[in-house]
């Protein structure tokens, strides 16, 4: 079963409006990841955040991790056309699980010109 | 970090036939990791293939379905076996990176195939 739940499963915004999709997982996590899949292509990794940091940013990518809640939150400010992906958050357990990530079900982000 | 180079990038195929992905890393790497992407879902972990040892596959997957070979520390391939319409979908393969032992990870470009 996956780890991460993501909503909304889908997401359409104006050209610089500000998108936040989140992700809510079952288990202690050793860092959580966020990726970014371009039409059906291989994806590539965004931004990590790890358990005990509560919040990271990275250009216009926010990350928030809420451990007690067990959610994250990611937030694209002043989007662009070009940020229109699906984006996908996973969770790493840690060793004891091989350092697997657990990919959630993706959100599907359209920015409209 | 890594580049991989996956193929074929797509293919069709016909009921009963097997088809074997080939996934190429520019550097050597411990463990590569396969994943499956069915239609508009996310992404499921088959195996991890460790070079000089069996592949560890997920519950779920089984050697007989999802063969893998591990040559050398750049190479890998993933054989779908017996294939069936359910098949279709985006076979990923990727590796892992990072600090302190987070595993980040690369992916190649994925190999969309779709069963007739």
């Known amino acids: 079963s996956q780890q991460g739940e993501e909503d909304p499963q889908a997401l359409s915004i104006q050209e610089g409006e500000n998108a936040t999709m989140n992700c809510s997982y079952k288990?202690?996590?050793?860092?959580l990841q966020w990726y970014r899949q371009n039409s059906g292509r291989g994806l590539v990794h965004l931004i990590l955040?790890?358990?005990?940091?509560r919040e990271k940013h990275s250009g216009r990518l926010r990350v928030t991790l809420d451990t007690s809640k067990k959610s994250s939150s990611l937030l694209i400010t002043a989007s662009r056309a070009a940020d229109t992906a699906s984006y996908f958050c996973a969770t790493d357990t840690g060793k004891a699980a091989g350092n697997k990530l657990t990919f959630g079900g993706g959100t599907r982000v359209l920015v409209k010109p | 970090s890594a580049v991989i180079s996956q193929k074929p990038s797509r293919d069709i195929c016909q009921r009963g036939t097997s088809l074997t992905i080939q996934c190429q890393v520019d550097s050597q790497v411990t463990m590569m990791f396969w994943y499956r992407q069915q239609p508009g879902q996310s992404l499921t972990l088959i195996a991890t293939?460790?070079?000089?040892?069996?592949?560890?596959?997920e519950s779920g997957f089984v050697i007989d379905k999802f063969p893998i070979s591990r040559p050398n520390l750049t190479f890998s391939t993933l054989t779908v076996s017996n294939m069936s319409p359910e098949d279709s979908s985006i076979y990923l393969c990727?590796?892992?990176?990072?600090?302190?032992?987070?595993?980040?990870?690369?992916f190649g470009a994925g190999s969309r195939l779709t069963v007739l």
């Open positions: 990727s590796v892992g990176r990072g600090p302190s032992g987070a595993n980040v990870l690369t």
């Open positions: 288990t202690s996590i050793n860092n």
């Open positions: 955040i790890r358990s005990n940091e």
């Open positions: 293939a460790n070079q000089g040892s069996e592949a560890t596959y």
